[in-house]
């Protein structure tokens, strides 16, 4: 019933589609080992859909990816300067260009844009300090930003060939 919607949940913090699979699979099994937790309090599809974020945020914290980076790789990134590309860009096209983040940059993403997290709570999720999260989402804003604009350019100049 809300394996299409929770599998959509976990490529958001996948680097992989394997990998996403992998989420739902683990997740949906604390899902079950579990439903004895749901006090029915609030929905279903909430409860289980914090499951398998935490189960997303579990497997990175266990392969070290949270750590935090240097900087140069937004050195390229500078803002090009237009402001009208956003209209033209797909909600399918941008979740891409999500998912092609560091795994840092786009996991404090998601959790802040998509989840509605607070720095502070970020941090006490993802084992880091709240500057690090705010730095982390500064870099990934920025890095989308260029990425969008060359997306734009790239397609256009594809059309008009």
Sequence with gaps: MFADEMFAVCIYYSPTRDEAEDTLHEGFLKVFQNIAGFKGSG???????????????????????????????????????????????TADDLMQLIQELTPQYRMVFNLYALEGFSHKEIAEKLGITEGTSKSNLSRARLILQKRVKEYFYLSSSQINV
């Design 43 to 89: 929905s279903l599809k909430g409860w289980i859909r914090r499951i398998l974020i935490n189960t997303a945020l579990e497997k990175y914290r266990r392969k070290n990816l949270m750590y935090v980076t240097d900087g140069d790789d937004i050195s390229r990134y500078e803002d090009s300067g237009r402001e009208d590309i956003i209209s033209n860009i």
